[in-house]
């Protein structure tokens, strides 16, 4: 009876140290949430919704292949300063065969876990959407993608920012109509890139008609800043040129301005640049440092980065003709000085004269 009591003691104390121990289950997803997993053979999305007082967690993903693990992903997300992440990992499969797979997700913290998903999708064999993404362009500026649909129908787009597996910028463009012909979409970056950091582009079409289905693709992309020539001028006197911002890093250079006679360099000015992002523009002016005589000049406008890349050149001709460098000098009134007493007395004289008149005709 002693060892059979004993026995009943180690197994409560055992079940106990168990339940402790062992990872959370579905109902703490009521805390870390996934909202959103989407999947296929190249690259899974997910989305997490968290408590702001978590400020680091791990999420890892399993795909699976007739019961068999054939990839697997892990990301530790550290910072967190918002309520919900989306991350991009991009699968390097051992087996591409048709059929179905299904997506793991695990999201754990301190090795504890606090929600799990899984996702099924098809890979071969499967339905041809009605649209198609032909070409796909990110840069620094934003995103552009051209659609061919095989019908019209209406979708909504999501375009993401990615930069080291997480989304740092998203929007979404809802009930998008796509007509029967090739249509072109673009949306700008909201965000400010880093100069030389790798990012991707990611895009996503939801379709509901006549079924459910999601089209993705995506590319990567080196930040750049980047700006372009919108306008000029330039006479015997000087040059300005207009520049506009066409990207998200921000631009920092100068302008050069380079005046030629006879193809020989005769004058070379350098002006600095205010910080230009995607919208912004900025008119740069040169003065020369002498009015230009007459004759033919050519100009050389030059765009440089800070680190001395010319980023755009535009080339222009100055005509100076003989009209042109004439000084005006009716507007000088220093000649005019000498003259102005005898004016004043005659005036005087006149006044004085009238004056007279009008007093005795009283």
Known sequence: MIGHHLFQKALLIAVVFLLATMPANAADCDEVAITGIYSDLTSCDVTIEYPEEISEFEVHLDLVFEDSVIDSQTLILKNLSVSKETVVLYWEPATTEDGPYDVEVRVSSDNEVLCGQTHSFVYGNQVLPIITIDSLIPNSEGISLAVTPKKPTIANIEYMLVKDSRVVDVSVDEKV?????????????????????EYRGRAKIYLFDPYEVVIVDDKAFTAKANVEITDTYKDEIGASVTVNGISQVPFEGEIRFTLYADNQATEQ???????????DDETIEAIWEQTLPEGEYTLAIEVISDTGEVIERKDTVIDVTETDTILDDTNDTSGQTEEAPGFVVLGAIATFFILFLILNRK
């Open 269 to 279: 000015i350098t002006v600095d640049v205010p910080l230009l992002l995607t919208g």
């Open 177 to 197: 109509s796509i007509h029967t012909q090739t249509s072109t979409h673009h949306k700008q970056w909201e965000t400010i890139l880093k100069s030389g950091e």
